[in-house]
């Protein structure tokens, strides 16, 4: 099932995407250990991608786990990767039936053969879905993907592929895990921090950032709502001086 997107309201950005902060917060506020903040924010994804599908928001990404979520503690670790397997099989026939395609943003070789198994298999099996796209950013960093399209670039320019003086912004794009994704309009963060944590760098140059206080478990579509009224305060002016 493919089902066509729903239509755009004009209060809608294309893109949106969320830096999910919280989680451990939420379980320490109620003296609950932290994979119960993890469990709750996978019930926060679902209402989010939810209200986006409705919205007609047509590309929302969540960072999920980065490269540096490596360094906490092995059972925390564990805990993720049970519930992205949990999560994965639970949501693959939602995601279907919602016409919503998923794809992962950042590599996700260093994850249990099984999750990324998972993972493949929730890509191939709505990569004709065109509702909307859910892009899950996993083990992704941002300096990390300009890290790697710098190399992948310096492998085509050694084997004569490519002219070192023909790389220019457009050329390096291409080089990028998902050069088809446009920029987003908006990036959200979750529970009062406001930082971007390594997150979309290149691609968030003239992104709105919007922070929240909100913890992510308790995060609703109606945030969201709220969160996107705050974006079109906004005037956008990408670098250019307006008035």
Known sequence: MNMEPAQPDNTSPVHVAIIMDGNGRWARQRGLPRVA?????????QRVITRARERGIAHLTLFSFSAENWRRPEGEINDLMGLLRLYLKRELRRLKEQGIRFRVLGDPSPLPEDVQGLLADCAEETRNNVAMTL??????GGRE??????????????????EPGDVDRSVLEQYLYAPDLPDPDVVLRTSGEQRLSN????????????????LW??????????ALTEFNRRERRFGARVG
């Not at 903040?37 to 994804?45: K, L, N, P, Y």
């Not at 140059?205 to 919007?210: I, S």
């Open 217 to 226: 478990p308790d995060f609703t579509g109606d945030d969201l709502d709220n």
């Open 145 to 162: 993907e300009i890290a790697d399209a710098a190399r992948a670039m310096a492998r085509d320019a050694a084997a004569g592929r490519l």
């Open 199 to 214: 997150f979309l760098l290149w691609q968030s140059a003239y992104a709105e950032l919007v922070f929240v206080d909100t």
């Open 37 to 45: 903040g993890h469990r709750q924010g996978a019930e926060a994804v």
């Open 135 to 140: 892009n899950l950013a996993i083990n992704y």
